[in-house]
């Protein structure tokens, strides 16, 4: 059972729901710690005054804002405990919306409500919330505050449960006027290619068929080095160039996509062993099961290579 990270109630109009904020989310990255490579000993970090050379202790430390004309103005913590958020033991719903009106652009981390105890009027409360919001497909949008910070928040039903992601603020969207825009507009047959290039590569969606494959290439060097087997960095692969015929390219990417199976709303697995499974695999991925393989000079091979190797 993970831990709560906050506990109250879930508050609109005069109903008061009892519950639990629970992450979404897993870590399951790999964490390291900093150590000295010559002795093993671990890094310590400290505070160092650049003025006075000296070491500062955690209560000495206040904090600077630049101002626009260069000067630095200095804050305390108990300046800013001024402006520190009323902690609250609420999730006040101001609204209920459309949830297809929100644009997705705005959520921000995900987190699931639970009731908060065991009785039954809680969870009798809590599974009214479920069904009317269910019916409705309406999200909540409300206010809380967790640690020092106050959130937006957007309550809405997954999987039978009320999950809770806060929310960016309309301010801290950034104006797309200020990201460069595409050229002049592309013309029909390119548009028509391009449309057939993505229903060539269009499929279901379904979450378990992208893997972190970062995760997964640290992980075997942490195997690897655990058994002490020399680590390789694998040669950078240079960019791609732009390409100067764009009708070229759409009909031989529609053609590969085609020949992997694309199309039909299902990719080739690419599972098998076979050189025709394999062609529809990016090198990343063939490294990637050339590394399990443990195939010898992998790092230094082209794609057409990887498939070759890993076909015998």
């Given at each position: 059972m993970?831990?709560?990270?906050?506990?109250?109630?879930?508050?609109?109009?005069?109903?008061?729901?009892?519950?639990q904020v629970f992450s979404a989310v897993r870590d399951l990255d790999l964490h390291f710690h900093q150590l000295h490579e010559k002795d093993g000993s671990p890094i310590e970090t400290r505070r160092f005054c650049a003025e006075e050379d000296r070491e500062v202790p955690y209560e000495e430390i206040a904090h600077g804002y630049d101002l626009e004309d260069g000067r630095q103005l200095v804050l305390t913590d108990e300046d800013l405990a001024a402006v520190a958020p009323r902690k609250t033991r609420t999730i006040d719903i101001h609204a209920f919306v459309d949830l297809a009106d929100v644009d997705p652009i705005h959520f921000d981390h995900p987190y699931f409500l639970a009731p908060s105890g065991d009785s039954e009027g809680t969870r009798r409360a809590y599974q009214l919330l479920v069904e009317v919001m269910s019916s409705t497909d309406r999200a909540a949008l409300g206010r809380f505050v967790m640690r020092t910070k106050e959130y937006l928040v957007a309550v809405r039903v997954r999987d039978d449960r009320l999950s809770l992601t806060t929310m960016l603020f309309a301010d801290e969207i950034r104006d797309p006027g200020d990201v460069p825009a595409g050229g002049r507009k592309p013309s029909k047959a390119q548009l028509a290619g391009a449309v057939k290039l993505i229903e060539a590569l269009s499929e279901p969606w379904n979450p378990d068929d992208y893997k972190d494959r970062y995760r997964k290439r640290l992980q075997d060097v942490v195997e690897r080095k655990k058994h002490g087997k020399r680590i390789r960095a694998p040669k950078q692969e240079p960019q791609p160039s732009p390409v100067p015929d764009l009708m070229a390219a759409l009909e031989r990417s529609l053609k590969e996509a085609q020949g992997?199976?694309?199309?039909?709303?299902?990719?080739?697995?690419?599972?098998?062993?076979?050189?025709?499974?394999?062609?529809?695999?990016?090198?990343?991925?063939?490294?990637?099961?050339?590394?399990?393989?443990?195939?010898?000079?992998r790092s230094s091979m082209s794609k057409q290579q990887l498939i070759k190797a890993l076909s015998r």
């Open positions: 993970p831990r709560a990270l906050w506990s109250g109630s879930l508050s609109f109009g005069l109903v008061n729901v009892p519950v992997r199976g694309g199309g039909n709303g299902k990719r080739a697995s690419g599972d098998g062993d076979g050189g025709d499974d394999l062609a529809g695999l990016s090198r990343d991925e063939l490294y990637e099961r050339a590394q399990q393989a443990d195939v010898s000079g």
